[in-house]
T-cell receptor
Framework: GAVVSQHPSWVICKSGTSVKIECRSLDFQATTMFWYRQFPKQSLMLMATSNEGSKATYEQGVEKDKFLINHASLTLSTLTVTSAHPEDSSFYIC?????????????FGDGTRLSIL | QKEVEQNSGPLSVPEGAIASLNCTYSDRGSQSFFWYRQYSGKSPELIMFIYSNGDKEDGRFTAQLNKASQYVSLLIRDSQPSDSATYLCAVLLLTGGGNKLTFGTGTQLKVEL
């Protein structure tokens, strides 16, 4: 149980392109999903918290106009990196929390490796 | 002081030995603690979570929590080469903006034949 699917796994695109990443909870409903970014040899950094039916909450330093988050259903959240540039190249990972209590574990998708040329 | 601290390692143990991974955290109000395993190039996988002081066992894994010392550890018994990975400690912190899961930088474990 608690499977989270993330697509695509890899994206390579030119600078200035917008990239959309999908995160789906396959066997449970996720009121809250999370988007993280991980640079090589570093830990996960939370970018934003996505709540179904409401606006996402962004961490300090994360541009909400550049990283658009939509959580339109209890099983799907999307992250769109708009006008991506080489410095946006990173490993983007979503997670979904099973249950409504904040202390429930988060389950992670397989991640999306984004490379901007 | 980092919110969640781990020794980056690598921690090398022989196959069959007990691997002990440690984590300290700064927020005394933290209530929930998680251990994730991350293989190179992959996303984290939940190993265990613990909420109360003491030990929690699941198969070869034991999580230990000491809130007074702000310390949480993960023991892996009968270590196998497949256990070689980076182990991330994560702590649920209560912030002004809501609860936030904060990760340590991870400890790299190498289990040698």
């Amino acid at each position: 149980g608690a499977v989270v699917s993330q697509h695509p796994s890899w994206v390579i695109c030119k600078s200035g392109t917008s990239v959309k990443i999908e995160c789906r909870s396959l066997d449970f409903q996720a009121t809250t999903m999370f988007w993280y970014r991980q640079f090589p040899k570093q830990s996960l950094m939370l970018m934003a918290t996505s709540n179904e039916g409401s606006k996402a909450t962004y961490e300090q330093g994360v541009e909400k106009d550049k990283f658009l988050i939509n959580h339109a259903s209890l099983t799907l959240s999307t992250l769109t990196v708009t006008s991506a540039h080489p410095e946006d190249s990173s490993f983007y990972i979503c997670s979904a929390r099973q249950g409504v209590q904040s202390n429930q574990p988060q389950h992670f998708g397989d991640g999306t490796r984004l490379s901007i040329l | 002081q980092k919110e969640v601290e781990q020794n980056s390692g690598p921690l090398s143990v022989p196959e069959g030995a007990i691997a002990s991974l440690n984590c300290t955290y700064s927020d005394r109000g933290s209530q929930s603690f998680f251990w994730y395993r991350q293989y190179s190039g992959k996303s984290p996988e939940l190993i265990m979570f613990i909420y109360s002081n003491g030990d929690k066992e699941d198969g070869r894994f034991t999580a230990q929590l000491n809130k007074a010392s702000q310390y949480v550890s993960l023991l892996i018994r009968d270590s196998q080469p497949s256990d070689s990975a980076t182990y991330l400690c994560a702590v649920l912190l209560l912030t002004g903006g809501g609860n936030k899961l904060t990760f340590g930088t991870g400890t790299q474990l190498k289990v040698e034949l």
